[in-house]
């Protein structure tokens, strides 16, 4: 099945800093690619997705890029604040409504 | 009504009790999920219904009972617990697609029941 490692599982930086985390994914079947936040004791929120046919997705401060040949896919947080401080899961999926979440990167942004 | 609710917000039971979790959405999505998410990792996927039938059961132990009485709820049964049981069930909902094997869409998370075991 499918296996999806994530890098960091921390990661800190200071306000105004960039943020990258990556993911990598094993089933080459895989087309769909979500990012979640969760902040303490709240339910993950969609921040941005990306499916197979695009490389590239932007969001105002937030990015994904995706690499299918390498099979890895990275968020990118331009101009952090204090306020992205959270936990972040990559996810993949091959269809049937199934995603396999990675282990999550927690993210510090210090004023 | 963009939201995905749930209830109780907190749940604790003893290894004998039998108690249900509720979750309900008005988004008309016709697939519905639950996870488990334990402390400081990703949320496990348990169960999933598509057009109100059961399309996955990722081997969770009969101990958990799902049902889906329409499109809009979603209950979980809980029976003889054990305290590793402990956890926050999330659930979600989302788009089908395609009503066979099709591409999963966005999944929108519920705030989850916090449930101890005692």
């Known amino acids: 099945g499918e296996n999806v490692e994530q890098h960091p599982s921390t990661l800190s930086v200071q306000e105004g800093d960039s943020a990258v985390i990556k993911c990598t994914y094993s089933d080459s079947a895989s087309n769909y690619f979500p990012w979640y936040k969760q902040e303490l004791g709240k339910r993950p929120q969609l921040i941005i997705d990306?499916?197979?046919?695009?490389g590239e997705k932007k969001d105002q401060r937030i990015a994904v890029t995706l690499n299918k040949t390498a099979k890895h896919f990275s968020l990118h947080i331009t101009e952090t604040q204090p306020e992205d401080s959270a936990v972040y899961f990559c996810a993949a999926s091959r269809g049937f409504q199934k995603l396999v979440f990675g282990t999550g990167t927690r993210l510090l942004v210090s004023p | 009504d963009t939201e995905v609710t749930q209830t109780p917000k907190h749940l604790v039971m003893g290894m004998t009790n039998k108690k249900s979790l509720k979750c309900e959405q008005h988004?008309?999505?016709?697939?519905m999920y639950w996870y488990k998410q334990k402390a400081k990792k990703p949320p496990e996927l348990m169960f999933v219904y598509s057009y109100e039938k059961l399309s996955i059961n990722e081997s969770v132990p009969s101990r958990f009972s799902p049902e889906c009485p329409n499109s809009s709820l979603l209950n979980l049964h809980l029976h003889a617990l054990q305290p590793e049981d402990s956890a926050l069930y999330l659930c979600a909902s989302s788009q089908v697609l395609r009503r066979t094997g099709g591409p999963t869409d966005t999944q929108y998370f519920g705030p989850g029941t916090r449930l101890t075991v005692l």
């Open positions: 990306i499916r197979s046919n695009v």
């Open positions: 988004m008309g999505h016709r697939a």
